[in-house]
């Protein structure tokens, strides 16, 4: 999609209501969603992150949306596909400067370049004990961008029109943190499965940009 028509478009979803859990479920596996409502949340005193689902122009005006693959290290996340982001750190004045902190540190966007469209539903992610905040960004005039080497291990630059595309939507036999070898919602993106909570966070994106496109 032509990145000036979707920018026009895009702007309406500033105005509509988040489609929430509900959007995010139809990417979770059933025992998750279980383990998610049986749970009280706020009692394990999550850590708190902020990332974003940045989308941009490449250089024939295509609308493309990014992803990162996080280096293999010993920890949760690691070989992981999702959005540039992070945790908290004490000196940013909220969520929203965490995002475009982290964006800034992981794939040298910077901050005063980026549209912030709007905040979306937050997602807890077990493994880590994080509550994590996504906000969609524009990016209107990017720049190369530059990988932070010690965490990013390559770019995964998504086309909006497969990102759309239903019939990337799959189902993946994998194991997880709290399964082995379950079925799993996730998109097939650029050859990679996407999935957990990066899958629902775009599950979100994708209805809102339904609404508007």
Excluded: C
Excluded at 72 to 96: A, C, M, R, W
Aim: proline letters at 7%.
């Amino acid at each position: 999609m032509d990145f000036n028509e979707f920018y026009q478009q895009v702007l309406k979803i500033k105005n509509l209501p988040l489609p929430g859990e509900d959007s995010h479920h139809k990417m979770s596996p059933a025992m998750r969603v279980q383990w998610l409502k049986s749970n009280e949340i706020q009692k394990m005193n999550p850590k708190r992150a902020g990332v974003m689902a940045l989308f941009y122009p490449d250089f024939d005006f295509n609308t493309k949306l990014l992803l990162i693959l996080r280096k293999t290290y010993n920890g949760v996340h690691s070989n992981q596909i999702g959005f540039p982001g992070g945790k908290v750190e004490p000196h940013d004045n909220g969520l929203i400067a965490t995002a475009l902190r982290e964006t800034h540190e992981e794939v040298g966007v910077p901050p005063d370049e980026v549209e912030v469209l709007k905040e979306l539903s937050e997602v807890y992610i077990p493994p880590s004990n994080f509550m994590v905040s996504p906000f969609i960004g524009i990016y209107q005039n990017p720049r190369p961008f530059k990988i932070q080497e010690a965490e990013v291990e390559d770019l995964i630059e998504v086309y909006l029109k497969d990102f759309l595309d239903k019939s990337n939507h799959i189902q993946e036999n994998l194991t997880t943190s709290y399964a082995k070898n379950i079925d799993v919602p996730a998109y097939k993106l650029n050859g990679y499965t996407v999935w957990g909570a990066t899958a629902m966070m775009m599950s979100e994106i994708k209805e809102l940009l339904e609404q508007v496109l």
